[in-house]
């Protein structure tokens, strides 16, 4: 009797499983999530945590005047099968600053994932106006619902770029004026390509950052050359570089040549 239970109990439990897994396959079959897949933000050590990051920023600031237009690249992910069909998904745009003439709204009637693929890319390409000269662009897009897909998480179904033209010295700009002097688009340029990541080999020694290489995005806790030769070696290299050739600010002759002190 005690075998007859517990075969009937090992037939039920089969069966449960069975249907089970037909379930989660037929969920897993009939339909296809659809998600942007922001980056994640990176901890102080550039690793990846679990947060994702809320938008994607982007400045023409240190961009040549002749660059008039840049494109956002969005992940966008699926979850579901592969078909032998491209598939296109729905995005609107849910609020945001910009006008139709601060960006190409075609952008969005593109968005395709290919037959054979889950992943593809929503590029959204914004224009250089003169009023980014004085303010930030926003734009959040949001996913929705199509004959294709339906909606993944709700927390990544929004994504939101901002863009500027803006010009603003690094914090340490402030620091070291009295060696750099006024602040410029031009100056700042040929110091991150004077003064790039492996160009001088020696390290922050005081400060919050004491043991991290020097270069322009790091520069020295303190402005004393005694302390850091290396750096004021590569100033020089940059003060020079501004004496043997006239530079003006946007390649405006009518503005002072830049120079350093």
């Known amino acids: 009797m005690k075998k007859i239970i517990l075969y009937m109990i090992m037939a039920i439990a089969g069966m449960i499983a069975v249907s089970c897994d037909k379930a ?7 339909t296809n999530y659809i998600y942007f897949d922001m980056p994640f933000v990176l901890d102080q ?10 938008s994607l920023m ?3 600031a240190m961009d040549d005047p002749s660059m008039t237009e840049y494109t956002f690249k969005i992940p966008v992910n699926s979850v579901g099968l592969v078909t032998d069909q491209d598939r296109g998904f729905k995005v609107v745009v849910e609020s945001g600053t910009a006008t139709g003439n ?8 593109k968005g395709m994932i290919p037959a054979g693929e889950l992943i593809d890319t929503l ?10 000269k004085k303010e930030w662009r926003t734009i959040t897009f949001r996913l929705e619902q199509n004959e294709h897909f339906a909606l993944g998480a709700a927390e990544l179904l929004k994504a939101k770029i901002s863009f500027t033209d803006i010009l603003q010295p690094p914090t340490w700009w402030a620091t070291w004026e009295r060696y750099f002097g006024e602040f410029s688009r031009e100056k700042y340029a040929k110091w991150q390509e004077i003064y790039y990541l492996g160009a001088d080999p020696n390290l922050e020694k005081y400060g919050p950052d004491t043991g991290k290489q020097l270069y322009w995005g790091q520069m020295p806790y303190y402005t004393m050359s005694s302390w850091y030769p290396s750096t004021f070696m590569f100033i020089r290299k940059l003060k020079q570089y501004f004496i043997d050739n006239e530079v003006y600010p946007d390649g405006d002759t009518s503005k002072p040549r830049i120079t350093l002190p």
Not at 45 to 54: A, H, L, P, Q, S
Not at 123 to 129: A, D, S
């Open 123 to 132: 590029r959204v390409t914004v224009k250089r106006t003169d009023v980014l």
């Open 58 to 60: 982007y400045s023409f």
């Open 102 to 109: 601060d960006w190409d709204e075609t952008s969005l009637s």
């Open 24 to 30: 989660i396959d037929e969920f897993d079959n009939s």
């Open 45 to 54: 050590y550039g690793r990846k945590t679990t947060v994702r990051e809320d």
